[in-house]
């Protein structure tokens, strides 16, 4: 695996040895969502016996990925997204990648759907690997020279909202949230770490899980904050608001875990 890890990396992406059929890295990864690992890295990574392949989404790799559970439903979702010449058979599903020049926040379940984003702070699986089931993760196409931007003004307008109570109770929960901290404004020199961290606590206090209020703190960053963070010290702000606050006292977990649960 380590000659497909090393084409991936030639080719842009950021690639990690995940356990063979199987889908959790078999390192600790953080580190590479802010670089790629180096040829003789990979060389020591990939030489430990049979492994999977993922990549790292985000800056990191210039990619984002829309990861779509169902094979009906990502036809179907094709026939309206921007075409993308790389996409992935899974599988359960289809992952459709997208290029980025800015930072995409990682969401699950959109519109209580099976259809999951892959932004920063998470990874998908690719070919060659073996997904547990046995069946092989597939290039449909494979061609990454004129990826389209991702689309995502085009998603939120073609994936239907939830409609169960108990998904539009969580859907108003998170916009409350993210309209309460977007009165918060983060400065340097005025207090700029500080007001960060409040809102990631407000994020918690308000319910989110740590992915969510991850998600919640990049879109926040783009308007609200001066200089902007990078998305490996907002990371920081929710892991020690989740650790330090008050409230729930739930213990940090590492971001990543949710997506090392959920990634096909």
């Not at 991936?8 to 199987?22: K, Q, S, T, V």
């Not at 430990?48 to 800056?59: F, K, S, T």
């Not at 930072?103 to 998470?122: H, K, L, T, Y």
């Not at 949230?177 to 961290?197: C, D, K, P």
Request: proline share 6%.
């Amino acid at each position: 695996m380590f000659n497909e890890a090393e084409k991936y990396l030639e080719r842009g992406f950021c690639p990690i040895p995940l356990r063979y059929r199987g889908k959790e890295p078999a390192i600790r990864w953080r580190e590479y969502t802010q670089r790629k690992p180096t040829v003789d890295e990979l060389r020591e990574l990939f030489g430990n016996g049979a492994r999977n392949i993922g990549n790292i989404c985000g800056l990191v790799s210039g990619v984002a990925v829309l990861d779509v559970d169902d094979k009906e439903k990502a036809r179907e979702l094709y026939r309206q997204l921007p075409k993308t010449p790389a996409m992935v058979e899974t599988g359960k599903g289809v992952h459709f990648y997208y290029s980025i020049d800015e930072p995409i926040a990682p969401r699950v379940r959109i519109g209580g759907i099976q259809v999951d984003i892959r932004g920063e702070a998470s990874y998908v699986v690719m070919p060659p690997s073996i997904h547990p089931s046995g069946k092989q993760y597939e290039w449909i196409y494979d061609d990454w020279n004129e990826l389209p931007p991702f689309p995502r003004e085009k998603i939120e307008e073609i994936i239907p909202t939830c409609t169960t109570p108990e998904c539009q109770a969580k859907r108003k929960r998170i916009t409350d949230g993210e309209a309460y901290i977007a009165n918060i404004r983060a400065i340097a020199g005025e207090g700029g770490h500080n007001s960060t961290f409040r809102a990631a606590c407000k994020l918690r206090d308000a319910g989110y899980d740590e992915l969510e209020a991850l998600g919640a703190l990049i879109r926040w960053n783009q308007t609200n904050t001066d200089p902007l963070w990078t998305v490996e010290e907002l990371t920081h702000k929710v892991r020690d608001a989740f650790k330090k606050g008050e409230g729930s006292g739930r213990l940090i977990q590492r971001l990543g875990n949710w997506v090392c649960k959920d990634s096909t």
